[in-house]
């Protein structure tokens, strides 16, 4: 499966790679997901997958059920948000002890609600984690291959698009370095609480029509 998945890619640039999504429901019904997601696995390299709309005509959580982060992306009306709260129900059931690590990103905050808002709506099932341009020319150079503006890297979507994947990283980070510290913390024989949980055991009792859920993993992590 690797070997196919390197005889397919698209090189875009240095160190980073596309593999073009199935076109058919049939072709995606004949995929096998488990294997693709073993074969991502051992590719030493950060995957982001665009795994469409939740839920699927072709069931296929197995790609992002093991992610380190999964996204649910809205826009800022009221039908996106309210699809994405449902979007981001199922995607917990199928994330199970992981949920703690879904979020959602808006695109285009603003129209008309702002992320304030939406941040309240979506906080309990899946915070906001940051927030994309709204920027139809440099999504559609990325999206329909339009002209592309003469300097796209300094385009609003890419720019949004920079600043939400560095702050991703660094809320990983951090997840891991507090995960690896009360790991040291524990007493021997002690178990830990997955991340998730140990708000809750510490702590006393105290929508888009498209909403795309996006994967990430590190390096040896399966999306």
Known sequence: M??????NVVTLGKDRWLLPGV???RQAEALDYPAVVAALTGIDVDVIIDAGRIPAPVRHDALWATADVALVAMRSTLPAVHAADAAAAVAREALGDSASDLRSVIVGPGRP???RDIQAAMS???PVAGVLAWDPTAAG?????????????????MRSATKLATSLAQQEELAQDTSAAASRAAPCGAAVPPPGQREHAAATPRHSS???AAATARPGGAS
């Open 210 to 212: 498209y909403a795309p």
């Open 23 to 25: 076109e058919t429901a």
């Open 113 to 115: 609600y702002s992320e």
């Open 124 to 126: 309990d099932i899946a």
């Open 141 to 157: 150079a990325l999206v329909d291959a339009l002209p592309a503006p003469r300097q796209m890297a300094s385009t609003p979507l």
């Open 2 to 7: 690797a070997a196919a998945i390197w005889a």
